[in-house]
């Protein structure tokens, strides 16, 4: 679409006002906002978590995260094999976009979404960095990761799910965009377990996150308990997985 500049800035700051967290400028704003759903703040029974600011991105880097999470360990459980096609749901900065990237590589991808667009320059630069080039980034928005269909072996959302403002509609998102037999893989700080130093609201149960899941026509299909401070748990698209 060619805009004159001060009609896109305009235009720019319209998206901003009305949509916020990764508001793009290619659809007519007509359209999205009509299609909008409204964001909530509690979802069967548990308060929905702040969205940590790409401002505090450092922190994904902590020196001491391997030895709070265990990553390394975490994504050996995946089983990523080469030529598979996975996403890793809102990636922050690539803490473990890369090392997936390099996983299914030569001809497996990895796509990364995330709705903070500070983000996506530092996935530019962290691709360069570790001769990644199996990766797409997608500025997704908070209800929509704009993810091709029926195309993903696996979904991993690190740390994330906890932040949806539009959980059904993500969840429903990430089921078209699962292959039939694909998976979502959560990882979330145990909120069953009061001496992980983590803010109540950014910890999740088994029992709720399967509430959740269950609820929305998800089946679970394997946990692991062995991580320092974190659960994981898989979900397939459907009962008959
Ligand atoms: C605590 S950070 C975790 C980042 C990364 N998974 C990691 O482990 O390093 C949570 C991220 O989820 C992102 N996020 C929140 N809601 C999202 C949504 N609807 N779609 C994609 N990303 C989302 C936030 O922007 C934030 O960067």
């Not at 009509?34 to 401002?55: C, D, I, K, L, N």
């Not at 908070?142 to 959980?167: A, N, W």
């Amino acid at each position: 679409m060619i805009m004159a500049p001060f009609i896109r800035v305009i235009l720019a700051g319209f998206m901003a006002l009305t949509f916020g967290k990764g508001a793009a400028i290619s659809a007519e704003p007509e359209k999205i906002a009509a299609s909008e759903p409204p964001a909530v703040t509690e979802f069967m029974g548990r308060t929905v978590a702040q969205t940590m600011h790409s401002a505090g991105a450092n922190w994904l880097m902590r020196h001491d995260r391997e030895q709070e999470e265990a990553g390394v360990l975490m994504r050996q459980k995946l089983d990523l094999k080469p030529g598979m096609v996975i996403c890793d749901m809102g990636c922050g900065n690539g803490y473990h976009t890369f090392p997936m990237a390099k996983a299914v590589a030569p001809d497996g991808k990895v796509y990364g979404v995330e709705i903070q667009e500070p983000y996506l320059k530092m996935l530019d630069e962290g691709a360069k960095k570790n001769g990644v080039t199996n990766f797409i980034p997608v500025l997704g928005l908070t209800y929509d990761p704009k993810l091709p269909e029926g195309v993903m072996d696996l979904i991993l959302l690190v740390d994330v799910y906890h932040e949806f403002d539009h959980p059904a509609e993500m969840l429903a998102a990430m089921r078209r965009a699962l292959k039939p037999d694909g998976v979502l893989v959560f990882v979330e700080f145990r909120a069953e377990d009061a001496s992980v130093p983590i803010k109540p609201e950014h910890k999740m149960s088994k029992a709720q996150l399967t509430k959740e899941l269950t609820g929305n026509g998800f089946k679970l299909v394997k946990q692991f308990d062995e991580l320092p401070w974190q659960h994981m748990m898989w979900f397939g698209k459907n009962a008959e997985h």
